[in-house]
C-alpha cells in the first residue's frame, strides 16, 4: 500500500514522511515544544522503512554534526527494528531522542513530555503488513 500521504521534500531532496500526518490534528498544536519529538520520530520512521533498501539514516545524517560512531550505531539499531519491530523500546528510543536533539540544533526543542514515547510510530507499524 503506497504511503504517499506521508511524503513531502526533506532537507536532503529525498522523499520523507510529513509530520503532520502522524499526529491528529497535527503538530501545530505542540508549538515550539516537541519539536524534537516530532522530527525524530518522523525521521525515525522514514529510517526504518528504508535501511534495508537505500537511504538510511535522515536522522543522523550528513546534516547531523553527530561523531561517525553515534551515526554507525544508530544504523545499527534502525536495522535491528526494521528486523522485528519489538526491537523499538521507548527506554531506546529515549536515549536516541535525546541524542537527536543534541546534534541537531536546527530541530532543537524541550521534549514534550506527552510526545516521549513513539506512539504514532508504534500505531503505524503495528498496524502495518510490513512488519
Given at each position: 500500500?503506497?504511503i504517499?500521504?506521508?511524503?513531502?521534500?526533506?532537507?536532503?531532496?529525498?522523499?520523507?514522511?510529513?509530520?503532520?500526518?502522524?499526529?491528529?490534528?497535527?503538530?501545530?498544536?505542540?508549538?515550539?515544544t516537541?519539536?524534537?519529538?516530532?522530527?525524530?520520530?518522523?525521521?525515525?520512521?522514514?529510517?526504518?522503512?528504508?535501511?534495508?533498501?537505500?537511504?538510511?539514516?535522515?536522522?543522523?545524517?550528513?546534516?547531523?554534526?553527530?561523531?561517525?560512531?553515534?551515526?554507525?550505531?544508530?544504523?545499527?539499531?534502525?536495522?535491528?527494528?526494521?528486523?522485528?519491530?519489538?526491537?523499538?523500546?521507548?527506554?531506546?528510543?529515549?536515549?536516541?531522542?535525546?541524542?537527536?536533539?543534541?546534534y541537531?540544533?536546527?530541530?532543537?526543542?524541550?521534549?514534550?513530555?506527552d510526545?516521549?514515547?513513539?506512539?504514532?510510530?508504534?500505531?503505524?507499524i503495528?498496524?502495518?503488513?510490513?512488519?
Amino acid at each position: 500500500m503506497p504511503i504517499s500521504i506521508f511524503l513531502s521534500s526533506g532537507d536532503d531532496g529525498r522523499k520523507a514522511p510529513r509530520a503532520d500526518a502522524f499526529y491528529p490534528g497535527g503538530t501545530s498544536q505542540y508549538g515550539t515544544t516537541g519539536k524534537v519529538n516530532i522530527e525524530f520520530e518522523a525521521k525515525l520512521y522514514k529510517d526504518v522503512t528504508t535501511v534495508l533498501d537505500i537511504s538510511c539514516c535522515s536522522a543522523f545524517n550528513d546534516y547531523s554534526n553527530a561523531p561517525g560512531n553515534i551515526k554507525t550505531q544508530y544504523r545499527n539499531w534502525v536495522e535491528k527494528i526494521a528486523e522485528n519491530p519489538n526491537e523499538l523500546t521507548s527506554q531506546d528510543y529515549t536515549s536516541w531522542l535525546k541524542l537527536f536533539n543534541q546534534y541537531h540544533p536546527k530541530y532543537s526543542s524541550p521534549v514534550h513530555s506527552d510526545l516521549k514515547a513513539p506512539e504514532a510510530l508504534y500505531s503505524i507499524i503495528y498496524s502495518s503488513s510490513c512488519f
